[in-house]
């Protein structure tokens, strides 16, 4: 059975950096566009990054450009995400999500991690 399990979250102060990281079992994800989504309390979940399966493609939320960085090894088949300079508004549950389409849209994605908890003071 596919699944995802995210890992490295905690708590940070604002200026801090954190590196979650995903880790696909059960099926082989190395085909798969990989993409994180966050959801923070009484909010929306949104997009945050995606790469392509080749991690030759990425995207990034334009509130998270420049700070945050996600990265892929297929030989391992995990998934990582880099976030540097965090802000108070980056506290979410961060959920790592796959698909055989490369998107930024949540209901893209067919597999879902159960999510890690980030939460930056100030």
């Known amino acids: 059975q596919a699944q995802l399990v995210e890992s490295g979250g905690g708590l940070v102060q604002a200026g801090g950096s954190l590196r979650l990281s995903c880790a696909a079992s059960?099926?082989?994800?190395?085909?798969?566009?990989m993409a994180w989504f966050r959801r923070a309390p009484g909010k929306e979940r949104e997009f945050v990054a995606a790469?392509?399966?080749?991690?030759?493609?990425?995207s990034y939320a334009d509130s998270v450009k420049g700070r945050f960085t996600i990265s892929r090894d297929n030989a391992k088949n995990t998934v990582s995400l880099q976030m540097n300079s965090l802000k108070p508004e980056d506290t979410a549950v961060y959920y790592c999500?796959?698909?055989?389409?490369?998107?930024?849209?949540?209901?893209?994605?067919?597999?879902w991690g159960q999510g890690t908890q980030v939460t930056v003071t100030s």
């Open positions: 059960g099926r082989t994800y190395r085909r798969y566009a």
């Open positions: 790469i392509s399966w080749s991690g030759g493609t990425t």
């Open positions: 999500a796959a698909d055989m389409t490369y998107s930024i849209t949540a209901k893209t994605y067919d597999y």
